[in-house]
């Protein structure tokens, strides 16, 4: 029985050892941009995501001499303290001294100001692959704001943990915000140094501007690989499953329905007070100060857990799933109240609410999907710098 664990152990390893060795991110490639950067201000983009194996990208920097002179931040901060929409404000790193400009809040994009004297911006985010996941409309400012003042920006890409499907409705043009820019999907199947290059490929810079770009791509990836992520991209999205989930999950934070937060499993279950199922239950609780209080805080709250849902992956291959937000608005009571005005915002339509409202099944409603989405993906092919899932 001991030599079989063993023999386990060994294998296990190995094929981890196998894979970690062939995904290699772009951050990870020094020999490539490094040279880049010698005798440049940078100012860097970069979250508790953007590490070299353990060490973070700026303290790499730093270490090889490269000036760096400034650090923005998107949601969540520099080292990714705050949580989903809480005021993220300027700091100063105290590892490193260096200025932390929040990008989020009012200031979105980068000033003129912030740019003085910087010669080149290292982008480094780790995103997962949704339209409604900031980071990607936190790129398209600074893309902008590069083109701007004639500022080249490195792009460092990271695999896409949902890069191997692409689905749900695309953005209509009335319903852009900071949730969504773009006229994609909301599981868009990008790497960030993709959506970069359709971003200036389809001229979706202010004043139909290009912005002048050079990137590095990852090593051994295609869009059909399942990758693991080795640092979470935010406080509640903690692992694989919440990751896996969040494309469809994050449709109820437009709802009256919450999705976990404040629990140990935010975006792995859903639930409500007034749910009639009583099978499974939790409790939201605000868990510390520095965090928000959450949806139904200390209230039991009914619903499903999705956990064995999402470990199963060939479930969760290649679509969003309406399935629980339709049964929700079936069994709760209170209709009237089961939509907030985010939910559009997150749709990227008003006709999701509407065929929701109206009874249609999730067959009928991804149908309506397709006219849209085929256009997209035409659109999507002319970007792609990995192999294709399909």
């Given amino acids: 029985m001991k030599r079989i664990y063993f023999a386990s152990v060994i294998i296990f390893l190995v094929s981890s050892l196998a ?7 772009g951050a990870e490639q020094t020999e490539i941009y490094f040279p880049w950067l010698k005798h440049k201000n940078i100012a860097v983009i970069a979250n508790p995501t953007s590490m070299i194996n353990k060490t973070h990208l700026v303290d790499s ?8 002179k400034k650090v923005f931040c998107p949601e969540h901060g520099f080292r990714g303290e705050a949580q989903a929409g809480e005021k993220v404000e300027n700091s100063t790193d ?24 910087i010669d080149m911006i290292v982008f480094d985010l780790q995103d997962v692959g949704t339209r409604f996941y900031t980071y990607t409309s936190t790129m398209t400012y600074v893309m902008e704001a590069c083109a701007e003042n004639k500022i080249t920006l490195v792009i460092l890409d990271r695999p896409n943990p949902n890069g191997y499907y692409v689905d749900g409705p695309v953005l209509e043009k009335d319903f852009s915000s900071f949730v969504g820019l773009h006229p994609v999907p909301v599981v868009h199947g990008l790497t960030v140094a993709e959506y970069a290059l359709m971003i200036n490929g389809e001229r979706w810079l202010n004043g139909n501007r290009k912005c002048k770009l050079k990137y590095v791509s990852v090593e051994n990836y295609q869009h059909s690989t399942r990758y693991s992520l080795p640092v979470i991209p935010s406080p509640n999205l903690p692992n694989d499953a919440s990751i896996l989930l969040y494309p469809s999950l994050c449709l109820f934070e437009g709802t009256s329905v919450s999705v976990g937060r404040g629990t140990d499993k935010p975006f792995q279950i859903i639930g409500h007070p007034d749910y009639p199922v009583h099978d499974f239950s939790f409790t939201p609780h605000k868990k510390s100060a ?4 959450p949806p139904f805080n200390n209230r039991n709250c009914y619903g499903i857990d999705l956990t064995s849902y999402a470990e199963n992956h060939k479930q969760t291959e290649g679509k ?27 749709a990227g339509n008003h006709m999701l609410q509407q065929q929701i409202k109206n009874g249609l ?13 085929n256009k997209y993906k035409k659109i999507r092919k002319k970007y792609l710098l990995y192999p294709d899932f399909e």
Avoid: C
Avoid at 19 to 25: E, L
Avoid at 61 to 68: H, N, R, S, T, Y
Avoid at 95 to 117: E, M, N, W
Avoid at 290 to 293: F, G, I, K, L
């Fill in 94 to 117: 105290a590892p490193t001294g260096l200025p932390v400009i929040s990008l989020y809040g009012k200031h979105k994009k980068p000033l003129p100001d912030d740019l003085k004297d």
């Fill in 290 to 293: 520095s965090v928000s209080v």
């Fill in 61 to 68: 920097l730093l270490a090889a001499g490269i000036k760096v």
């Fill in 361 to 373: 099944t999730e067959a009928e409603i991804r149908e309506s999907w397709l006219p849209d989405l």
């Fill in 320 to 346: 969003l799933n309406l399935e629980w937000i339709i049964l929700m608005y079936n069994h709760l009571p209170d209709k009237n109240n089961f939509f907030n005005d985010y939910f559009d915002k997150l």
């Fill in 19 to 25: 894979y970690a060795q062939s995904v290699r991110t």
